[in-house]
């Protein structure tokens, strides 16, 4: 098991049970004390729990420690990233190779794939691939790995592999949060390592975040916000802080409030039928 696999099945049990000693750890994960100490240590300096004498305690405060459910995630700002992905969406051409990163705005940017042609998606999110699985016209290539199954997302080393041998023209890339500073931040450490694969496949990235991400910062670094070329995000986010990315020269494109724009995927109902 990965370090990154590890720390966060850690993050999932200290959430469940709100306190656990090392060996209980231990016993859980099939790893040496030792190990579980290094790790419970890190994560402490990291804030994404509190070390306690003989093991670790839920971090109550910490803004960013849990996931809210992929559900939950999906309705939130759903408008706005339904608008993102159309407009997002606008930015592929014919012939196409492109990355869909995981994440509940960059699956709002595959109901607008139908029309293409001779478009390749590669993904690592199941929800994704399930929506361009209605579109025959779309080459739809997984990248394999473990499976993270409260998201339905791809992680570790066979997803890593597969990003390592591939090359695309655009990849659209989602996040937890993002500022000038900080740049691109997230709460989940084998996502980040997917996230930087991405970035490297790609001759241009493409960042999707609705206005809620701006100002806020999660546990891991993604990249900085250099790594990034253009930006789509809505109209709700700061304009101060907009003017400061474009003048680190990465081009802002505003997703109009237009109907059209809203239409995106609907768990409850799949995929829009005139899409």
């Known amino acids: 098991m990965l370090r990154a696999e590890r720390q966060l099945l850690i993050l999932e049990l200290i959430k469940k049970h709100r306190t656990l000693k090392v060996g209980d750890l231990s016993r859980l994960l099939n790893v040496s004390e030792a190990t579980v100490r290094r790790d419970l240590d890190r994560m402490d300096r990291e804030g994404l729990l509190n070390r306690t004498f ?21 309705e939130r700002n759903k408008q706005q990233k339904q608008q993102i992905g159309h407009m997002a969406a606008s930015l592929i051409k014919d012939g196409d190779t492109v990355i869909l990163d995981s994440g509940t705005t960059t699956l709002q940017i595959a109901p607008h794939l139908g029309s293409f042609h001779d478009v390749t998606v590669i993904t690592n999110d199941l929800e994704i691939a399930r929506v361009l699985a209605g579109f025959p016209k779309i080459n739809t290539v997984l990248t394999g790995g473990h499976l993270l199954g409260a998201t339905a997302e791809l992680v570790g080393h066979h997803a890593e592999r597969v990003l390592d041998e ?4 655009k990849a659209f890339i989602s996040t937890v949060g993002l500022t000038p500073e900080s740049g691109l931040t997230h709460i989940r450490l084998p996502l980040v390592t997917i996230k930087h694969r991405m970035m490297r ?20 670094v993604v990249a900085p916000l250099a790594f990034v070329h ?17 003048r680190m020269g990465i081009q802002v494109l505003i ?16 995929i829009p039928p005139s899409l």
């Open 54 to 74: 003989g093991g670790a305690l839920f971090a109550a405060n910490t803004t960013f420690a849990f996931e809210p459910s992929f559900l939950e995630r999906v």
């Open 166 to 169: 591939v090359r695309a023209a």
């Open 201 to 220: 496949a790609a001759e241009q990235v493409i960042l999707v975040a609705d206005s809620s991400k701006f100002g806020k910062t999660a546990s891991f």
């Open 230 to 246: 253009i930006l789509v995000t809505d109209q709700g986010a700061p304009k101060a802080m907009l003017d400061t990315i474009q």
């Open 255 to 270: 997703a109009p409030e237009s109907p059209s724009a809203a239409a995106g995927v609907n768990l409850a109902g799949g």
